[in-house]
Nanobody, 122 residues
Framework: QVQLVESGGGSVQAGGSLRLSCAAS??????MGWFRQAAGKEREGVAA???????KYADSVKGRFTISKDNAKNILYLQMNSLKPEDTAMYYC??????????????????WGQGTQVTVSS
């Protein structure tokens, strides 16, 4: 059972930056990803990375967000730049031991963190 603990959320003004971190208890996953859920909306995939470092981003964050991982420390990161009010959401770290066809599809992940809130004001 993978345990995931997110940190780094907070409140920023539009145009600002935040870096989210996710500490994982295991390293032998096939995919890790960041998802977000805004109030009244479904959880959506933001970014994902596989075991060899290939990445996938939602169109809404391409060029602004960067997913990366430190394999030695078992930590997943999400660097978020040029934040917009529409980025406001609870952000979740997720991990999967499955061979996912669609890395941004939440159904492919079998372990989730508790979430960290990101609020972007205009």
């Amino acid at each position: 059972q993978v345990q995931l603990v997110e940190s780094g959320g907070g409140s920023v003004q539009a145009g600002g930056s935040l870096r989210l971190s996710c500490a994982a208890s295991r390293y032998d996953y096939r995919y890790m990803g960041w998802f977000r859920q805004a109030a009244g909306k479904e959880r959506e995939g933001v970014a994902a990375i596989d075991s060899i470092g290939s990445t996938k981003y939602a169109d809404s964050v391409k060029g602004r967000f960067t997913i990366s991982k430190d394999n030695a420390k078992n930590i997943l990161y999400l660097q978020m730049n040029s934040l917009k009010p529409e980025d406001t959401a609870m952000y979740y770290c997720a991990a999967s031991s499955l061979n996912i066809v669609f890395p941004l599809w939440r159904g492919g992940y079998n372990a989730w963190g508790q979430g960290t809130q990101v609020t972007v004001s205009s």
